[in-house]
């Protein structure tokens, strides 16, 4: 079965970075994509940008570019999302999701990953 | 603000039916697949319905959905207690800021 297992949670420091893993199983690693997507508390979801796994293309979302670095490790089949310069409105879950492709429908999510960006 | 607009809430009876509307432009919905999921309180989001109307292996098919010009809906048929959740739909979004956006979401009530 399709597993997206994340990292644990996350304390950051104003200004600091965090790396999110995101370890798939289950399925051809390269044959999908990963979306990630944040929820801080009490709010929506918001899709953060997308890697191909097959060979590294991505699509961050335009509110994020600059901050965000999405990128695989086909070698263990684990996706990261490193989002630099924290803020406290970054304090949210972070999701994994694959997605075959950036335009199609997102079918398998990670159990989730709090990072608390406080000072 | 999101991109795809929905209902904050709507609210229904045990065995009663409710939908819930999506509403977008041409650059989105009016353009390509919308998909919606469902995320149970403490949980990840699920996907019920992609490709406007089908349903992943396992979904029940209380759930449908349907698609009609900017314009998507998702119908839930005798509701449960179970299906009391938050209710997205997303789809992509090929604007010159182009990428995946989700509506903000509606939560549902059986009362």
């Known amino acids: 079965q399709v597993q997206l297992v994340q990292s644990g949670a996350e304390v950051k420091k104003p200004g600091a970075s965090v790396k999110v893993s995101c370890k798939a199983s289950g399925y051809t690693f390269t044959s999908y994509g990963i979306s990630w997507v944040r929820q801080a508390p009490g709010q929506g979801l918001e899709w953060m940008g997308w890697?191909?796994?097959?060979?590294?293309?991505?699509n961050y979302a335009q509110k994020l570019q600059g901050r965000v670095t999405m990128t695989t490790d086909t070698s263990t089949s684990t996706a990261y999302m490193e989002l630099r310069s924290l803020r406290s409105d970054d304090t949210a879950v972070y999701y994994c999701?694959?997605?075959?492709?950036?335009?199609?429908?997102?079918?398998?999510w990670g159990q989730g990953t709090l990072v608390t960006v406080s000072s | 603000q999101s991109v795809l607009t929905q209902p904050p809430s709507v609210s229904a009876a045990p065995g009663q039916k409710v939908t819930i509307s999506c509403s977008g432009s041409s650059s989105n919905i009016g353009n390509n697949y919308v998909s919606w999921y469902q995320q149970l309180p403490g949980t990840a989001p699920k996907l019920l319905i992609y490709e406007n109307n089908k349903r992943p292996s396992g979904i029940p098919d209380r759930f449908s959905g349907s698609k009609s010009g900017t314009s998507a809906t998702l119908g839930i048929t005798g509701l449960q207690t179970g299906d009391e959740a938050d209710y997205y739909c997303?789809?992509?979004?090929?604007?010159?800021?182009?990428?995946?956006?989700f509506g903000g979401g509606t939560k549902l009530t059986v009362l």
């Open positions: 890697i191909s796994a097959y060979n590294g293309n991505t």
């Open positions: 999701a694959r997605q075959k492709l950036r335009f199609l429908e997102i079918d398998y």
């Open positions: 997303g789809t992509w979004d090929s604007s010159l800021s182009a990428g995946w956006v």
